[in-house]
T-cell receptor, first 111, second 116 residues
Framework: LAKTTQPISMDSYEGQEVNITCSHN???????ITWYQQFPSQGPRFIIQ???TKVTNEVASLFIPADRKSSTLSLPRVSLSDTAVYYC????????????FGTGTQLKVEL | DTGVSQDPRHKITKRGQNVTFRCDPI?????LYWYRQTLGQGPEFLTY????????KSRLLSDRFSAERPKGSFSTLEIQRTEQGDSAMYLC??????????????FGPGTRLTVL
């Protein structure tokens, strides 16, 4: 699976937009980009998945440039409850494959 | 609550003892996964089942670890002769294997194991 690189930590304030960028230079043609969120003492929770261009759901947006070597998770107007670890995963998720997590980005939101 | 459940949520044991964890997936999900997570790291894949068949095991999985899913529903993960290095959060996830290339895994709350 493609290796991903993302910042170890980020700080933000309530109401701000947060963008977390993930690098995946050796992404394969059939790989998807998926983001999970994890709160302390809980299992990860799926946020969003995309293949190219832009994907938006009720929680976040995912921006993927044409070369797909990076992606950006955008969280609009964060609140304290968005404080969590965010994982960027790259791989082919068809067929129910296992997920390969990196160390993630610890996002801390303050008042 | 129709999510993934795990039992127990916490387990403290002494080195050398055997422990068993249980996972109940979302009822219609045919795939079940076990992961292990240590402090500051992302979850690490251990093994997964499709229905009752165990399809893949991580090479990192010691022979002291065994998992079963006897009827294709709940699963158990047993660790024999526990070691202090086994202390971790053990996460279970499930998904519905289908024709789509998309495969969202739903995680349970985990079982935190502490080996003294």
């Amino acid at each position: 699976l493609a290796k991903t690189t993302q910042p170890i930590s980020m700080d933000s304030y309530e109401g701000q937009e947060v963008n977390i960028t993930c690098s995946h230079n050796n992404i394969a043609t059939n790989d998807y980009i998926t983001w999970y969120q994890q709160f302390p003492s809980q299992g990860p929770r799926f946020i969003i998945q995309g293949y190219k261009t832009k994907v938006t759901n009720e929680v976040a947006s995912l921006f993927i440039p044409a070369d797909r070597k990076s992606s950006t998770l955008s969280l609009p107007r964060v609140s304290l409850s968005d404080t969590a670890v965010y994982y960027c995963l790259v791989g082919f998720t068809g067929g129910g494959n296992k997920l390969t997590f990196g160390t993630g980005t610890q996002l801390k939101v303050e008042l | 609550d129709t999510g993934v459940s795990q039992d127990p949520r916490h387990k403290i044991t002494k080195r050398g003892q055997n422990v068993t964890f249980r996972c109940d997936p979302i009822s219609e999900h045919n795939r079940l996964y076990w992961y292990r997570q240590t402090l500051g790291q992302g979850p690490e894949f251990l093994t997964y089942f499709q229905n009752e068949a165990q399809l893949e095991k991580s090479r990192l999985l010691s022979d002291r670890f065994s998992a079963e899913r006897p009827k294709g529903s709940f699963s158990t993960l047993e660790i024999q002769r526990t070691e202090q290095g086994d202390s971790a959060m053990y996460l279970c996830a499930s998904s519905l294997m289908g024709e789509s290339s998309y495969n969202e895994q739903f995680f349970g709350p985990g079982t935190r194991l502490t080996v003294l």
